[in-house]
């Protein structure tokens, strides 16, 4: 049944004129910043050599900054994406089909997710596919990081998926919806410029940022520590959700 | 069949519902009567375990709704007053998407798109998008996704709300159809709705329920004595006031051509002595009873 849900909402984003404009303009993004990471990180390279300096590894000079650009890219345009999860069922009068089907609520949660996380990441890793081509195509590029880099990507969409399911939620509009899940991932996004120092902000920052537990993968650096917070998150927030939506019954 | 017991549900300090008790035989189908705000909607969506209830009891073809969700839910087919569906998709793939969610086995399901798309008149129409379908059609669209499983019980809240008089006809058609086939429960404002199909009535007002039977035994209950329309060629407010001052005639209310009477029994003589004195007026028609409409607006001002 989760599978099913999952297949009816991947299904609804295909056909959604809306959610097409969003991938397009991600994509178009996404590959202008490919465009401009590679450029600087050619020049450098040419300055460089011209120098005779060892060359820019590519890992800190390419995939780290692509991960970067992506994950920023994510923060940016998954609450437009999921903004509708449960609110548009709210909207359009569907939650009664759902509810009064022999489902359980945490398949439709669950399901929902899924479908949402399946259609953000063949956007992402298509769309993204440019980089990896090039550098095999180009040149040898260590792939265990580029691995670790595609394995953050995935878990922040889940995670951002999770945060937008449950914002979704939480509103009945789709506005509010986007703006809670905006608000709360760039807040525990931004949390990291507080880890440098001592005391209890410090300490919040160093456990609860975001970017924190996401940026290692992008250095091809795979801490259980962080895919366990990632893993956590994305529990406790379909966990609130499932919460929400049993809650429904009770408004 | 559809079981209430001492149904109760509260929104903050507002009693939607409360202590709402009846039984919808197998094969019965009943009219939930009652004007806006009366709780047939809550009602209904406590009873597809869409909303929860503050206290009392709901059996869907025996199973509880809140023990046994599953297997209740399994057992009936909801059709809200807006039909949940979704615009992008098909008719036969949203029909199918329901008879996945409401369990349908594989092996079963495309026998069980067919019939339900036969049973609505969608045959025609499977192909093409929900969401660029009339509201009559779209109603339909949602009847088929509630019986997609063939549940034993339907739930179908004013089904025929919105609709264009040829829609309502055929809406109506429908649910005589399935008569018989299944245990339907519908909600409705519409007090010709409530006559011209359900077996059985249940008027709600401010959340209780104010009176159950058939029409005739609803008419008898509100009403006490019989109920005459006189349909006369002279003036209404001298014939009322002349049967007015008649024995066994309670209540004379003139109206536009006509006057209504209400007696104290049903006994002949009594209607005899009010025709004889209405033949003075010019007596065209004497039938007898009101219409469920007079009950009706009777109930609710008792619970009033």
């Given amino acids: ?251 | 069949m559809i079981e209430v017991d001492a149904l109760s549900r509260r929104f903050g300090n507002l009693v939607a519902v409360d202590e709402l008790s009846f039984v919808v035989e197998s094969g019965e189908v009943m009219g939930l009567l009652g004007p806006n705000g009366a709780g047939k909607t809550t009602t209904l969506r406590i009873l597809c375990g869409c909303l929860g209830a503050t206290s009392g009891t709901v059996r869907i073809a025996g199973h509880d709704i809140t023990q046994a969700s599953r297997a209740a839910r399994a057992a009936l087919g909801y059709l809200p007053e807006k039909p949940p569906i979704y615009d992008e998709m098909s008719v036969e793939d949203f029909v199918d998407h329901a008879a996945r969610l409401r369990g349908v086995a594989r092996r079963d399901r495309p026998t069980a798109v067919d019939r339900a798309l036969t049973l609505t008149d969608l045959s025609k129409a499977r192909g093409r998008i929900v969401g660029h379908l009339s509201k009559g059609y779209r109603q339909r669209v949602g009847l088929a996704q509630a019986l997609v499983h063939s549940p034993s019980v339907l739930v179908l809240d004013e089904p025929t709300s919105g609709l264009d008089p040829s829609q309502v006809s055929s809406m109506r058609a429908l649910i005589r159809e399935l008569r018989g086939e299944q245990t339907i429960l519908l909600s409705t404002h519409l007090l010709s709705e409530a006559t011209t199909l359900c077996d059985r009535v249940t008027i709600l007002a401010g959340g209780r329920l104010v009176a159950s039977g058939t029409e005739s035994s609803l008419r008898e209950q509100l009403l006490g004595g019989l109920a005459l329309r006189l349909e006369i060629i002279g003036d209404p407010s001298a014939c009322a006031e002349a049967l007015a001052a008649l024995a066994p005639v309670e209540q004379a209310t003139p109206g536009e051509g006509e006057v209504l009477v209400t007696l104290c029994d049903a006994s002949n003589e009594h209607r005899a002595l009010v025709n004889a004195e209405a033949t003075r007026f010019g007596l065209v028609s004497s039938r007898s009873g009101e219409g469920l409409e007079q009950v009706f607006l009777r109930a609710i001002e008792g619970a009033k």
């Fill in chain 1, 1 to 251: 049944m989760i599978w099913h849900i999952a297949r009816r909402e991947l299904l609804a984003r295909t056909r959604s004129p809306f959610a097409w404009v969003v991938a397009g303009t991600w994509l178009a993004l996404q590959g202008l910043m490919f465009t401009l990471i590679l450029g600087v990180y050619l020049r450098s390279s040419r300055e460089g050599a011209e120098w005779e300096e060892e060359a820019l590894p590519l890992l800190s000079g390419l995939i780290d900054p692509l991960y970067s650009a992506q994950s920023l890219l994510l923060l940016l345009f998954m609450p437009l994406l999921t903004m509708n999860l449960l609110a548009s069922e709210q909207r359009s009068g569907t939650l009664p089909l759902l509810l009064s089907s022999p489902i359980a609520t945490w398949e439709v949660i669950l399901g929902k997710w899924l479908g949402l996380t399946i259609f953000v990441s063949v956007l992402v890793f298509l769309g993204g596919a440019l980089t990896p081509i090039t550098l095999i195509v180009f040149g040898s590029p260590p792939l265990a990081p580029m691995a670790g880099a595609a394995l953050g990507l995935l878990l922040l969409i889940g995670v951002l998926g999770a945060l937008g399911l449950l914002a979704s939620s939480l509103s009945g509009s789709q506005l509010v919806a986007a703006v809670i899940t905006w608000t709360t991932s760039m807040g525990l996004w931004l949390l990291a410029v507080l880890e440098h120092g001592e005391g209890p902000l410090s300490s919040l920052a160093r456990h609860g940022s975001l970017l924190i537990h996401v940026r290692q993968f992008g250095r091809g650096l795979i801490d259980t520590g962080d895919v366990v917070w990632l893993f956590s998150f994305i529990g406790v927030a379909l966990l609130g959700a499932w919460q929400r939506l049993e809650s429904w019954r009770w408004r």
